[in-house]
């Protein structure tokens, strides 16, 4: 498949998945994410590949959903609707279950989804110039899958979900969001670094272990969780008649992104 809003390089035994949409910082729309999910398959099948290394180009690695106004949407008959509307988890659960290791190389800002995103990965090495964050709850939405509770700390995992803010990269770091936080300009070079590394140890061995360190995860419920949020981000989707939530989605309309962030940040500027 000839990918246009990704990059996929396979070298020694490492491939390389680079969100490709710099001029949007990599949001992720269904066309991404289609293409995204169809490179997860092929490195999935890929018995030359050990390890699985995933960024973005730019200046971020992805600002979460586009949700700019204009967006289109491809209508489906009603009992494809489940499908369609839980894309994007779906694509996303491919990277958690994903027969190779993976690092996520976080350059730039992570949210919502993409913060989403850089937490499925196994490995998660972050550019000291990184935010992270899941913003998603000042605009009425939820995050599109339930991985901090397996993450970090439970005030920690309350204070981002409840306020919608965001951290730096060595914040991120002490809260347990990432391995190591290194200078911008060596983010790439480290990752392929630990990647290496990685790919050097028996595939078997290594994959095995993964499957051994997935299954405790389920043992914690990890797939009920993810289900049972699904139904709430349905049951979320389904509320129009939130009064902040029409009020929000017409100033994105009418006024365009700027003028949506602006007033969806607002209250929160002067509360610290």
């Given at each position: ?95 958690w279950n ?59 995992l309350n ?24 200078p911008a ?88």
């Amino acid at each position: 498949m000839n990918y246009e809003l990704i990059l996929l390089e396979i070298e020694d035994g490492v491939a390389t998945l680079t969100l490709n949409r710099p001029e949007k910082l990599n949001a992720l729309n269904a066309e991404l994410l289609r293409e995204f999910s169809d490179a997860l398959d092929s490195v999935h099948g890929d018995h030359d590949v050990n390890v699985l290394v995933l960024t973005g180009a730019g200046r971020a690695f992805s600002a979460g959903f586009d949700i700019s106004p204009g967006q289109t949407h491809e209508a489906v008959p009603p009992t494809a609707h489940w499908d369609a509307t839980h894309l994007a988890p779906r694509t996303i659960m491919k990277l958690w279950n994903l027969r190779q290791p993976t690092i996520c190389a976080v350059n730039g800002h992570a949210l919502a989804a993409g913060n989403v995103l850089a937490m499925t990965a196994d490995i998660v090495i972050a550019a000291d110039n990184a935010v992270f964050g899941e913003p998603e709850v000042r605009f009425v939405a939820h995050s599109p899958a339930i991985m901090l509770p397996y993450m970090i700390p439970f005030r920690h995992l309350n204070w981002l979900y409840f306020t919608g803010d965001t951290v730096d990269a060595l914040t991120a770091e002490r809260w347990n969001m990432v391995n190591k936080v290194v200078p911008a300009d060596t983010l790439m070079e480290e990752a392929m670094r630990v990647a290496r590394r990685i790919a050097s140890v028996p595939p078997y061995a290594a994959q095995m272990m993964k499957r051994s360190i997935k299954g405790a995860y389920e043992n914690m419920g990890f797939s009920s969780a993810f289900e049972n949020h699904l139904m709430i981000r349905m049951i979320e989707g389904m509320a129009d008649d939130v009064p902040e939530k029409e009020a929000l989605r017409a100033i994105r309309e009418e006024q365009g992104m700027r003028a949506f962030l602006q007033a969806r940040d607002a209250p929160f500027v002067s509360d610290s």
